[in-house]
C-alpha cells in the first residue's frame, strides 16, 4: 500500500506570493492533518479534515487554509507569505475518527525569499 | 538533508547497547501517545503507541513506559544500531474526536560505533 504522498517537494516563493501544497493520504484514510515544523517550533498543528469538513484547527492567522476533496486528497493554501513562513509542511493520515496512529509523508520544504 | 532541530537535546549511546528517551508531557487529560522517528529529509514514521490504560507496550526491540503519575513517556530501544540514529519524537492527544496530536520539542539519537 503506497504511503503518505506530498508534492512538491521544494518550493521556493518570495514574499507576498501564495502557495498551494498538496497531499495524498494512504489509501482507505479519511482523516488528513497537516503540521508546520521549524528548527524553533517544532511541529505545530495546522488543521485536520475528515470527510470534506475541518475539524479542528491549530492556532494559526487566517493566512493559512486548507481543504479536502471527495476522494480524501487535501490541499493546504497560505497567502501573503511571510519569511516566517519558511518550513517543513507535513502531511499525516489515518483511518477515522478517534485516537488512531497518524502516517506522514515527507513533506514539502517551503523556502520564502 | 534538512534539520530538523538546530539545539535539541541529543543522546549518545554506543551500538548495541540500550538506548531510553524521555518524554514529559502536560495535559493530565491526554489518553493517547505514539513514539515518532524522524530521518533527514524524510517524514516521522509511526513507530509504537500506547493508550492511558496500559502503562507498558512492547515492539519488535522497542518498548514504552507509560507513568500517568507523573506524566512522563520514555522509549526504550535495545541492542541500538547505527540505523538508529535519528530524532525522536513523542506525541499526545486528549481529544477523543479530533486528530490534533501535540508534539514534544524530539531529542537526537546519535549512536557511537
Known amino acids: 500500500k503506497a504511503g503518505v504522498t506530498q508534492t512538491p517537494r521544494y518550493l521556493i516563493k518570495t514574499r507576498g506570493q501564495q502557495v498551494t501544497l498538496s497531499c495524498s493520504p494512504i489509501s482507505g484514510h479519511r482523516s488528513v492533518s497537516w503540521y508546520q515544523q521549524t528548527p524553533g517550533q517544532g511541529l505545530q498543528f495546522l488543521f485536520e479534515?475528515?470527510?470534506?469538513?475541518?475539524?479542528n484547527k491549530g492556532n494559526f492567522p487566517g493566512r493559512f487554509s486548507g481543504r479536502q476533496f471527495s476522494n480524501s486528497r487535501s490541499e493546504m493554501n497560505v497567502s501573503t507569505l511571510e519569511l516566517g513562513d519558511s518550513a517543513l509542511y507535513l502531511c499525516?493520515?489515518?483511518?477515522?475518527?478517534?485516537?488512531?496512529?497518524?502516517?506522514f509523508g515527507d513533506g514539502t520544504r517551503l523556502s520564502i525569499l | 538533508g534538512e534539520s530538523v532541530g538546530l539545539h535539541l537535546p541529543t543522546l549518545s549511546v554506543q551500538e548495541g547497547d540500550n538506548s531510553i528517551i524521555n518524554c514529559a508531557y502536560s495535559?493530565?487529560?491526554?489518553?493517547?501517545f505514539i513514539w515518532y522517528k524522524q530521518e533527514s529529509g524524510k517524514g516521522p514514521q509511526f513507530i509504537i503507541d500506547?493508550?492511558?490504560?496500559?502503562d507498558k507496550r512492547q515492539g519488535q526491540r522497542v518498548t514504552v513506559l507509560l507513568n500517568k503519575t507523573v506524566k512522563h513517556l520514555s522509549l526504550q530501544i535495545a541492542a541500538t544500531q547505527p540505523g538508529d540514529s535519528a530524532v525522536y519524537f513523542c506525541?499526545?492527544?486528549?481529544?477523543?474526536?479530533?486528530?490534533?496530536?501535540?508534539f514534544g520539542p524530539g531529542t537526537r539519537l546519535s549512536v557511537l560505533p
Open positions: 499525516a493520515s489515518s483511518l477515522e475518527q478517534g485516537n488512531q496512529p497518524q502516517h
Open positions: 495535559n493530565s487529560a491526554s489518553d493517547y
Open positions: 500506547i493508550r492511558s490504560n496500559m
Open positions: 479534515y475528515f470527510s470534506e469538513t475541518q475539524r
Open positions: 506525541a499526545e492527544i486528549a481529544d477523543n474526536y479530533g486528530q490534533n496530536f501535540v
